[in-house]
Nanobody, 124 residues
């Protein structure tokens, strides 16, 4: 069964760091892009970061402002989101999505598969 599994969320104080992981399994092809999105109650799903299959190109949401870094280890079928200097407004459920083509997108509608999400809570 094809699936994405996120991990690494948790509770952290403002200014702290977390590294989220998104592991893909069961897919017949590894030619895919990955995007991270987040949901906050009362708001639409928001783009966080995305990466091409080749890692040659990455995209970030405007709010990231250099605090997050997306990377991938294709040998492990895993994409990481390193989040530094977290702030209370970064609190939410973070989802990774897989786009079954190598080129990433900032649009959630472009992604074909989604993980179950991982909760990130930042206390002030």
């Amino acid at each position: 069964e094809a699936q994405l599994v996120e991990s690494g969320g948790g509770l952290v104080q403002a200014g702290g760091s977390l590294r989220l992981s998104c592991q893909a399994s069961g897919f017949t092809s590894d030619e895919y892009a990955i995007g991270w999105f987040r949901e906050v109650p009362g708001k639409e799903r928001e783009f966080v970061a995305a990466i091409h299959r080749s890692s040659s190109t990455t995209y970030y949401g405007d709010f990231v402002e250099g605090r997050f870094t997306i990377s991938r280890d294709n040998a492990k079928n895993t994409v990481y989101l390193q989040m530094n200097n977290l702030q209370p407004e970064d609190t939410g459920v973070y989802y990774c999505g897989q786009k079954t083509t190598p080129i990433a997108s900032v649009e959630s509608s472009a992604y074909d598969y989604w993980g179950q999400g991982t909760q990130v809570t930042v206390s002030s």
